[in-house]
């Protein structure tokens, strides 16, 4: 694994840690911000090791659709980058300002934190398969 690769996931680790303990007590803009940190930093984790061009880039679905053009799987679906980009700038900035259009709800927050988590997975579980085809390779 390459000496960067851990660092970002353990940023997304500790981001998604943050969203489920900012739903558990109902912050939800938290949550929100921090579960899509989580995705972020997961496919970013997954570019790195896979040598794909690293784009400074919030928008999931740029980072989704570098590894879907290299076969690489991260575990979303179009519809979960729509939904992770829509919530990225409404998490940051308050209502009234010129972006979002309305708060944040528990529901959006819950399916968000099961998304980043399955991202989670699915980044982890393709790093340790090309490790061990790296390993077989030798």
């Not at 679906?77 to 010129?98: G, I, K, Q």
């Amino acid at each position: 694994m390459k000496d960067e690769t851990p660092a970002w996931l353990s940023y997304a680790d500790e981001n998604l840690d943050v969203a489920e303990l900012s739903l558990a007590n109902n912050h939800l803009n938290a949550c929100l911000h921090n579960a899509q940190q989580a995705v972020e930093k997961y496919l970013k984790a997954l570019i790195i090791e896979y040598d794909l061009p690293f784009r400074k880039t919030h928008a999931i679905y740029v980072l989704w659709q570098e590894l879907t053009e290299h076969g690489i799987q991260s575990g979303l679906t179009e519809e979960d980058c729509d939904l992770f980009d829509a919530v990225y700038m409404p998490s940051r900035y308050p209502l009234f300002s010129v972006l979002p259009d309305a708060m944040p709800d528990r529901e959006t927050c819950e399916k968000c934190v099961r998304i980043a988590r399955r991202v989670g997975d699915s980044a982890k579980s393709a790093l340790k398969d090309k490790a061990d085809e790296v390993g077989n390779n030798l």
